[in-house]
């Protein structure tokens, strides 16, 4: 369906940004028609700025950009909405979600994007951002040194320790991921075709 921006005599249309992993909603921005056609050609979500009365693409200066993985118009082609991948925090304070939602609830898809934060952002107390300063072979060396202690907790049947292991062991694949340039959503797309055959 196309949307009918005529029916606003703004030509600015509501439009809804969700998450496209967790599903969350992140926020709620305002697009005319050449906001929705800069959106599809550059694959980043772009507004149009009511205050700046301009085009404005989210993350154009944090780099926190809403990558478009889906846009969808409603049954009354009034209302677009934008299934993204956050590269941050969407909300200018700061928070994953503007409806401040997002720190209820602890999901991988939260850690993902504080990892993917730390990378973007990196500060000097961040053990994260200090892997990502060490580069994909330290980075890769401590992924496989995690894979081995959880093989080696694995044989005994201490929960808490084998759990510590896997949770080291998650993290330090997210923040490959991370640097190779992939995310969740990319192993997720081949477990998915796998499954499909």
Not at 90 to 114: K, M, R
Not at 163 to 192: P, R
Request: with cysteine; glycine share 6%.
């Amino acid at each position: 369906m196309t949307p009918d921006f005529s029916k606003y005599t703004d030509g600015l249309m509501p439009t809804i940004i969700q998450d496209a992993s967790t599903k969350q909603v992140l926020m709620l921005g305002f697009m005319n028609a050449a906001a929705l056609e800069k959106t599809r050609q550059e694959g980043k979500v772009t507004f149009y700025s009511r205050s700046k009365q301009r085009l404005w693409t989210k993350g154009e200066t944090s780099a926190n950009f809403l990558l478009v993985k889906e846009i969808l118009v409603d049954c009354d082609a009034d209302t677009l909405l934008i299934k993204a991948d956050p590269q941050g925090p969407t909300c200018h304070t700061g928070t994953i979600s503007c409806f401040g939602t997002a720190n209820d609830v602890f999901s991988l898809q939260v850690l993902e994007n504080i990892i993917r934060d730390r990378k973007n952002n990196p500060t000097e107390k961040s053990y994260t951002a200090s892997l990502f300063a060490k580069g994909i072979n330290k980075i890769a060396q401590k992924v496989g040194e995690e894979a081995v202690e959880i093989v080696i907790e694995a044989k005994d049947d201490n929960r808490e320790l084998f759990l510590g292991e896997a949770a080291d062991l998650m993290f330090h694949y997210l923040v490959l991921l991370q640097v190779k340039g992939y995310g969740l959503e990319d192993v997720l797309e081949v477990l998915e075709a796998r499954h499909k055959k």
